[in-house]
């Protein structure tokens, strides 16, 4: 499972000096902080509007241009997104994350020519693993069948477990006079759609339990999504026990989430929280770092780092996180009491 807010963040990686801080701009930091919670709710034209008035309160700042950019992609808004994305191609040159986007507006602008072009290095590149299958349907878009079928095969192994895939190699397979391939492929696609919609009714009869069985009950039933080698359903079954406040069984799941998904902001974040709320702090700390690390401007997970490193009696750590979360929402009137205190008690110990 690899939500939007995922999708974003991951952008952070291919920026020059990934993780550091911008120069704070408290305008820009408060909506870029009220953009991130609303991507979390999926909330994306919201998102959208926060963002631009984050680059407009600050022009310079790649990071928070990025997202915009990106929000704006997946709000279909491609004359936007496209412009936001040329200017920082401009400002940071041929970044993998630009061209991979900027590739993909190519293949919606049906630039067939312009979006091989631009996606084909980078079907070698692991953190791209779909570049091999927009490449193929710029191929086949483009009239070039054999290229288009050797793309989508990589495409095929490299997402094993999605249907969209599977469906549009089968496809080619078809106009390939190849029958026999295009029928397993055909199968794959089937039985990888009913995987989904089993997850997600296994999925809904876990949250059912939880909400109406004992957790003894709840237990056997949410037991069924669990699969160890599947970073998507073992999110999905700690996220499930997180939400309902069965913090203890969320953390196996979420860790094994984590491990199989090192890039998963989720899986790190909820874990984190679920240790927190466990009080083991000390095992909270590391989780919760590496969700700020990857998504360094989300509020929630800032304010929870910083109660953490607080509980472990590490002030000086936990002050400069919590001044962060103060910077992306400053009207939060409990956190400017805490950030209050804390200040003076730093200056009182020097």
């Known amino acids: 499972m690899r939500t939007t807010a995922g999708i974003l963040v991951a952008i952070f990686a291919f920026l020059p000096g990934a993780g550091a801080q911008p120069p704070v701009n408290p305008a820009a930091d408060a909506h870029a902080g009220k953009a991130a919670q609303l991507l979390q709710d999926r909330r994306y034209g919201e998102a959208a509007a926060e963002f631009a008035l984050a680059v407009a309160a600050d022009p310079n700042n790649d990071a928070v241009r990025i997202q915009y950019a990106t929000c704006l992609f997946i709000e279909e808004n491609d004359e936007q997104s496209r412009e936001q994305f040329e200017i920082e191609r401009r400002r940071l040159g041929d970044l993998p994350g630009l061209t991979y986007y900027l590739g993909r507006l190519d293949l919606r602008a049906n630039d067939f020519a312009q979006a091989i072009h631009r996606l084909q290095p980078l079907v070698a590149n692991p953190a791209f693993p779909k570049a091999s299958f927009y490449l193929g349907l710029a191929y086949l878009s ?36 190849r029958g026999a391939d295009a029928d397993g492929e055909y199968k794959i696609y089937r039985d990888a759609r ?157």
């Open 194 to 350: 009913e995987t989904q919609r089993l997850v997600e009714e296994e999925g809904h009869a876990c949250m059912d339990a939880l909400r109406a069985q004992p957790i003894a009950d709840a237990r056997l039933v949410c037991q069924k999504i669990s699969d160890p080698k599947d970073a998507r359903r073992m999110l999905l079954l700690g996220q499930l026990y997180t939400e309902s406040g069965n913090f203890g069984d969320a953390v196996e799941p979420l860790r094994a989430a984590a491990n199989l998904d090192p890039t998963s902001f989720d899986a790190w974040r909820l874990l984190g929280l679920s240790l927190y709320w466990l009080k083991n702090y000390p095992e909270a700390l590391s989780p919760l770092q590496k969700a700020v690390d990857l998504n360094p401007q989300y509020f929630d997970t800032l304010n929870l780092l910083a109660a953490t490193f607080h509980a472990l009696g590490n002030d000086a750590a936990a002050l400069p996180v919590l001044e962060r979360a103060h910077a992306l929402n400053p009207g939060d009137e409990r956190l400017n009491a805490a950030l209050e205190r804390m200040r003076a008690e730093q200056r009182e110990r020097h």
């Open 142 to 177: 483009a009239g070039q069948q054999r290229p288009a079928l050797e793309s989508l095969e990589l495409a095929g192994k490299a997402n094993p477990a999605d249907p969209e895939v599977h469906y549009r190699l089968a496809r080619v397979y078809t106009l390939a006079g």
